[in-house]
Each structure stands twice: as structure tokens, then as C-alpha cells.
């Protein structure tokens, strides 16, 4: 658990040496500020007002500690969803530079300068990759590509460049059938996701249309009854009433006469 900001905060690419540092402060200062600001206005407000500044005060003690952190989580999953989509196009191009006769660390510098206008996110972390590479090795700046970024076409690129980097395979070949295959599975998530959406609006449509179709089709037949009920009451109430005005009329002798 203490691992899971570190984690979001490089997915969100934010890659300060401070940054976990930061985040726990701002996130400390804006639940303290809250408290202390509602709480000195918990002492002035009249006493009507008590219970609501109260409430503010703890909602915004808590905003104040969950929403640095899922702001910081709502940017790493769009950037990791921006990396996912740009991995096709960038497979592509690397497969173009190595047909061309550059090797995997200089084809990963040059795909990251040209990505730069189309995903900078996928851009920066080739960047990186191609500086840990030319310090160290290209194998271990490839297990920290995998290790700084959780998504499996990341884990399965890494392990692809590294298997056929020590058996010696055409990477080219690798690549291609790769991008091929990830360009697949793209348009079969995309397709689940279509189909979980369709189910999904399922229960809002039912939701908001069936009571509609329910007074459309029962509307005119509840005030027919409505109407046939009424009617019956208004008659036994004349009825009863015309029989109690009869049993309360004294019988006067003579009267049939």
C-alpha cells in the first residue's frame, strides 16, 4: 500500500525525487487548512448554523486527503491510457527504423523525437529509456520501462526487444507480428467495452422510459376508472343520502291522506 502513490505518481509522470515527499504534504496542509478554517467558523456562525459548518468541516477535511490522491490516480490512468493506444504506431515505426539498418537503442531515441507531437507521454519515457540506455545497458532500461509503467503491451514489448536482443532473432519480424497482434487486442477491447456499454445503458433506459410507457398505455384507462368509480360513489352517496333524509322525515297522521 505504501508502494501505490509511488506507483501512480511515475505512471502520472511525475518523476521529482521528492514527489511522494510532496504529495503526502500538500495532502496534510489541505485536510489541516480545512479544519482549521471551518473550525474557526464553527465559532462565529450563529447557533443555527452549527450543524452544517460542522458537517463542512469534516467534508472538507476529507476532500482535502482523497482528492490530491485521486487526481494524481485520474492522471496516470489517462496517460497510461495514452501510452497504450500510441504502442501500435510506435512498434510500427521502430520496425521501420530497424529495417533501415539502426539498432534498438538508436531506433528508440529516434521513434521517441518523432512521437513527441503525438503522445508525449510514450515520447518522454523513450527518451528516458534511450539516456538509461546509454548510460547503462539497454536491457536494464528496459526492465525499468516495464517496472515505471503497468500495463502489459509495456511488459510484453520489454520482454519481446530483450528475448530477441539475446537469441538473436530479426527483430523486425518480432516487431511486425507483434504490433499486429496488439492492434488486435485493441479492437477486441474496444469491442467489449462497446458491448459492456451497450448492457450498461440497459438498466438507465428501463430506469427512465418504462414509467413513461406505463402512463402512456395506463393513463387513459386509470381515468376511465377513475371516472367509473367516481361515478358509482357519487350515486351510493346519493342513494344514502336520500334514505337517510327518508327515515329522518316525521310521519305525519294523515299524511297518505
Known sequence: RLQEPKRDGRSAGDYQPHALENLSALRYVLMIGGILFFGALLLVVPSRLEGPTLF??????????????????????????????????????????VSQGLNIQESLGRVGRQLETVSPALSQELKIVSDQARIGSLDQALLNFSDRIDLPEVHSFTSLVNQTDRMGTSVSEALEQYSDNMRENLRQRADEKGNRATFRLLFPTVLFL??????????????????????????????????VEGLNTPNVPGAQR
Request: hydrophobic share 55%; net charge neutral; proline share 5%.
Open 210 to 243: 418504462m414509467p413513461a410507457v406505463i402512463i402512456f398505455l395506463l393513463g387513459p384507462a386509470i381515468v376511465e376508472l377513475s371516472e367509473f368509480y367516481n361515478g358509482q360513489v357519487r350515486d351510493l352517496l346519493g342513494r344514502n343520502r336520500q334514505t
Open 56 to 97: 463542512a468541516l469534516v467534508a472538507a477535511a476529507v476532500a482535502g486527503w482523497a482528492l490530491p490522491r485521486l487526481i494524481v490516480r485520474g492522471k496516470a490512468t489517462q496517460r497510461l491510457t495514452e501510452i497504450e493506444h500510441a504502442m501500435p504506431d510506435m512498434l510500427d515505426m521502430l520496425n521501420m527504423s
